[in-house]
């Protein structure tokens, strides 16, 4: 099946800071989502980006489908952006969404 | 106004017993999932409905069955419960014709004692 690996695992950054979180898939996908876990568990969509750039805000996010990655901006970040970071990619052929393992984001004041 | 809306929040139960799990959408989505998360916090799909016809079983016990009476519902039971299956267990409702596009639900935090 369909790998999605996510990079970096954990991150920590300092309020104010800007980071770039990355999903590398290993085959053709139809649809790719970013989601935001919070520190309370819910599963909030960030972004439904198959392909190009999308903005919300100080998010953004960038899908290159030919070339298999996805990338996602976090630009002065506050504490409550805390939480897990998941990249899912939808497959034509498995008819599903497989979700990368996350990134951790921790945001210190 | 809950989209996707799973009952009951938080399930603790002894070994052996048997439980239920609701979902419930109102999004006039056409496909339904559960997905269990485990403590590492990784996303494993289990099951998928789409307009009541299971078409998705992933490598799950079969004392895990789904049922889903009617498009909007997708309801998770599970029998002999065992320590192992301690985890938060999502259910996520999409639009087929959008290829994902997910809305999940807040989860069910299951602790089996």
């Known amino acids: 099946g369909i790998q999605v690996e996510q990079s970096p695992p954990d991150l920590i950054l300092q309020e104010g800071a800007n980071s770039t979180l990355r999903c590398n898939f290993s085959d053709s996908v139809n649809n790719l989502q970013w989601f935001h876990q919070n520190p309370w568990g819910q599963l909030i969509n960030l972004f439904y980006i198959p392909s190009g750039t999308k903005q919300n805000g100080r998010l953004s996010a960038t899908t290159v489908a030919t070339e298999r990655y996805s990338l996602l901006y976090i630009s002065s970040s506050q504490t409550t952006d805390s939480g897990v970071y998941f990249c899912a990619v939808w497959s034509p052929n498995a008819g599903k969404s497989t979700f990368g393992d996350g990134t951790t984001l921790t945001v210190k004041p | 106004d809950t989209a996707v809306s799973q009952t009951p929040k938080y399930l603790v139960t002894q070994m052996g017993n048997d439980k239920s799990i609701k979902c419930e959408q109102n999004?006039?989505?056409?496909?339904m999932y559960w997905y269990k998360q485990d403590s590492k916090k990784f996303l494993k799909i289990m099951f998928s409905y789409n307009n009541k016809e299971l078409i998705i079983n992933e490598t799950v016990p079969n004392r895990f069955s789904p049922k889903s009476p009617d498009k909007a519902h997708l309801n998770l039971h599970i029998n002999s419960l065992e320590l192992g299956d301690s985890a938060v267990y999502f259910c996520a409702s999409s639009q087929e014709s959008l290829r994902g596009g997910y809305t999940f639900g807040s989860g069910t935090r299951l602790t089996v004692v």
């Open positions: 999004l006039g989505h056409d496909t």
